[in-house]
């Protein structure tokens, strides 16, 4: 398509101009729900519009799912739960690593989809579908290793455990990562027997459809994948109401967590709730602190540091604390803000407009509590959710920057003389998804990482979501895991089975 738009705008932020690159066009999908195996439009008289998140603009429009079509989506899970529960594991497995190709084989269609309405660079937008790819890979694999075992006992009898799918899933995924968190969900569920409805972000509807249609099309037999679209709290009311969905997975904020953890406690369904971090990182002086800054912040921009397990409070020694804001000011100068779409564009806006608001109040807090501004700390008028890279220094804990999940480009810096000191105030807050420690002593960092309280904790790295290893968090951040062992174990359920031999003495009873 021809180009609409220039190929950037110049703005004025707190007082420095500042270029910010447009987007891109190319097409945007028409946006449909996938029910029993059918793509249709909903058919409710309400309707969302997706917004490019760099302009404004309207991308794409669409009508919410009803309750009747909810029910259609109910009675396809309930009745492929079955087909697909004794399909064998082989078979199922070879129709998920066949998606897992088709989302690489279509990678950069989607990142252009993926960019367009969630605002990430194009080259964070491949990374997330090939992530995804390998996810959905890894689950193809433990599908075929659900194993249950046999117990030791007498001669006379036999102690078994076996593993059986949990049943119909249902699913919520948020917009920060619109493909990994959808196929961290239906990838474990299909592996594991169950089929799945997923109620995908407002915001980001495509990068649901991307997923699905990769599954559908891989030959997942119609009605054991399904998508809806509509007012969330509608359809996680009627979804979870119905007595037919036997796991609830939701990755996103911590009241929607304990709204759904409410309603699935009163329908008798299990959970899994990934929802959201504030992880700190404790930098030690005995490590070459420039490499760690850039690392450091090359993580806490990702994304517009809309990123639960994003490095989020940083505690620096004050033998290296000038140094290390030094080298990420460097790195941040750099950043190119722009729309996703543009190549050149390192970090794009806000998926969604209420971000930008809350950055904004946070920025304010943290200044009006003494905090400096090391760079940025603009927020650029007009259409697009930008807000500039932000360092700050200086920063109190009690600040809403340092003790809420802040999901956006701001970096808190402090600086700590004493160990034990920075782990109290790592701790000190309600969240217990991820930590980072950077040291040269490997006794400091296994230290650390006993007392750290988090699910997950990186030592010299800031990654710490892999396909193999367990992602999931304490605290306020949730229970439940996606990925690893556990990824796939949390939509099995476990029975025993009790045997005695009739021509046996005794009436196999024991105790
Ligand atoms: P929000 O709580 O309003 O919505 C989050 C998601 O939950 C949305 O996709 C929405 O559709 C869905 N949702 C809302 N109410 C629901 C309900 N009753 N039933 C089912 N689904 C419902 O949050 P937001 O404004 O989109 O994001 C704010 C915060 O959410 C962030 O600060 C962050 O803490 C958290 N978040 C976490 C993650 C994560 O990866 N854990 C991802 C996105 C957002």
């Not at 729900?33 to 309400?46: H, K, L, M, P, S």
Request: hydrophobic share 40%.
């Amino acid at each position: 398509m021809g180009k609409t738009t220039p190929d950037y705008i110049t703005c004025l932020t707190r007082n420095e101009k500042r270029e910010i690159l447009m987007p891109a066009r190319d097409a945007y999908p028409a946006i449909k729900q996938f029910i029993e195996g059918r793509w249709v439009d909903g058919d409710a008289d309400t309707s969302e519009n997706v917004l490019d998140p760099a302009t404004a603009e309207v991308l794409a429009a669409y009508r919410h799912v009803t309750a009747g079509q909810l029910d259609c989506a109910l009675d396809a899970v309930s009745r492929s739960a079955r087909g697909w529960r004794d399909l064998s594991p082989l078979h199922r497995s070879d129709i998920i690593r066949r998606a897992a190709q088709l989302l690489r084989d279509r990678a950069d269609r989607i990142a252009f989809v993926v960019s367009s309405e969630q605002g990430k660079p194009l080259h964070e937008a491949r990374a997330e579908v090939y992530a995804s790819a390998d996810i959905i890979d890894w689950c193809a694999e433990e599908g075929r290793r659900t194993y249950g075992r046999i117990v030791p006992s007498d001669n006379d009898s036999r102690l078994m455990v076996t593993t059986e799918p949990v049943g119909p899933v249902a699913a919520f995924t948020p917009w920060n990562f619109p493909v990994l968190t959808v196929a961290r969900k239906v990838a474990p569920a299909l592996a594991a027997g169950c089929p799945i409805i997923v109620k995908a972000a407002e915001e980001t509807p495509a990068g649901a459809m991307a997923v699905v249609s990769a599954f559908a099309d891989a030959g997942a037999p119609p009605g054991v994948v399904n998508l809806a679209l509509g007012v969330p709290a509608e359809i996680s009311e009627h979804v979870l109401s119905a007595g037919i969905v036997r796991k609830v997975s939701l990755t996103g904020s911590v009241p929607v967590g304990r709204t759904l953890s409410r309603l699935a406690a009163e329908h008798d369904i299990r959970t899994t709730m990934e929802l959201g971090g504030n992880a700190p990182v404790i930098v030690e002086p005995d490590i070459d602190v420039d490499e760690v800054a850039l690392r450091c912040a090359t993580s806490k921009f990702r994304n517009a540091g809309q990123v639960c397990n994003s490095p989020s409070r940083f505690f620096v020694h004050a033998a290296v604390h000038d140094r290390f804001v030094a080298a990420v000011q460097r790195f941040v100068r750099d950043i190119r803000l722009g729309a996703g779409t543009a190549e050149a564009t390192t970090m794009g806006p806000l998926a969604n407009s209420r971000r930008v608001e809350y950055v904004r109040r946070a920025l304010a807090d943290a200044l009006d509590r003494g905090a400096q501004i090391a760079c940025g700390g603009g927020i650029p008028s007009g259409a697009g959710n930008f807000v500039e890279p932000t360092v700050l220094t200086e920063v109190a804990d009690s600040s809403t920057v340092f003790a809420e999940e802040i999901f956006g480009p701001i970096m808190p810096i402090v600086r700590y003389h004493d160990l034990d000191d920075a782990i109290t105030r790592a701790n000190a807050t309600t969240y217990g998804l991820a930590s980072f420690v950077f040291t040269g002593s490997l006794a400091k960092a296994h230290r650390m990482a006993r007392e750290l309280e988090a699910g997950m904790v990186g030592i010299n790295t800031t990654v710490v979501s892999r396909a193999e290893t367990p992602f999931g968090g304490i605290k306020a951040s949730g229970h439940g895991f996606e990925s690893g062992l556990e990824g796939v174990d949390v939509y099995l359920r476990r029975k025993a089975i009790l045997e005695h031999d009739p021509a046996a003495p005794g009436r196999g009873v024991s105790h």
